[in-house]
């Protein structure tokens, strides 16, 4: 069956500091990956998405994700938070029917 | 409109009355989606309009739930005889189409509580 696991319900960092937020899906072919963000408040925007070719994917705000097919991951990465990057991030993969498939989320908390 | 556009925004409703939710989507978006986000949970699919094709029902939880859309614009989520498990945003979401090209874009939901 196909599924999307984030095993983090909850990360906390200090400003400043690098994030790494992972992903691991369960899919028979080639995915179509997709992280989201939903601050407080707000709806979801999508950061990223990878379909194809390179495996390693810029998104809005300063993140990236990397596709890696062998861990069947697709972990988001970001090199240096702010406080406004607090918020809860979701990953997802789309389906054969065209829906989206998604993690629980997990909540970035960010330390002054 | 620029983006997808729900309302109510906020919505308390008694149990066991009727509610009703709205969705506009992106002009010209054929694709459209209902999700229920309840309260430090994931995203749950819910139904999935695409064209002038059979909706995609499979995620609906129970017949109290029900949806509609007009051709390729306004859809209305229904719920009949809400229970207090009903309390959640519901977040509404639409795509050109369903290529893997088309980035779907989400409404801000509506944060329906039951009391």
């Known amino acids: 069956a196909q599924s999307v696991t984030q095993p983090d319900i909850h990360i906390t960092v200090s400003e400043g500091a690098s994030l790494e937020l992972r992903c691991n899906y369960s899919?028979?072919?080639?995915?179509?990956l997709f992280w989201y963000v939903q601050s407080p408040g707000q709806g979801l925007q999508l950061l990223l998405k990878?379909?194809?070719?390179d495996t390693l994917v810029q998104g809005i705000k300063g993140f990236e994700a990397e596709f890696k097919r062998s861990q069947s991951s697709f972990n988001l990465r970001k090199p240096s938070v702010h406080w406004s990057d607090a918020a809860e991030y979701f990953c997802a993969v789309r389906s054969s029917n065209y829906q989206l498939i998604w993690g629980a989320g997990t909540k970035l908390i960010i330390k002054p | 409109g620029a983006g997808v556009s729900q309302s109510p925004s906020n919505k308390v409703t008694e149990k066991g009355k009727d509610v009703e939710l709205r969705c506009d989507p992106i002009?010209?978006?054929?694709?459209l989606y209902w999700y229920r986000q309840r309260l430090g949970q994931g995203l749950e699919f819910l139904i999935y309009?695409?064209?002038?094709?059979?909706?995609?029902k499979s995620g609906l939880p129970s017949d109290r739930f029900s949806a509609e859309r007009t051709g390729e614009s306004v859809s209305t989520l229904t719920i009949q005889r809400t229970q207090q498990e009903d309390s959640a945003v519901y977040l509404c979401a639409s795509s050109l189409g369903t290529s893997s090209g088309n980035t779907i874009y989400f409404g801000e939901g509506s944060w329906l509580t039951v009391v």
């Open positions: 990878y379909f194809s070719g």
């Open positions: 309009f695409q064209g002038n094709s059979a909706p995609d």
């Open positions: 899919y028979g072919a080639t995915p179509y």
């Open positions: 002009s010209g978006h054929t694709a």
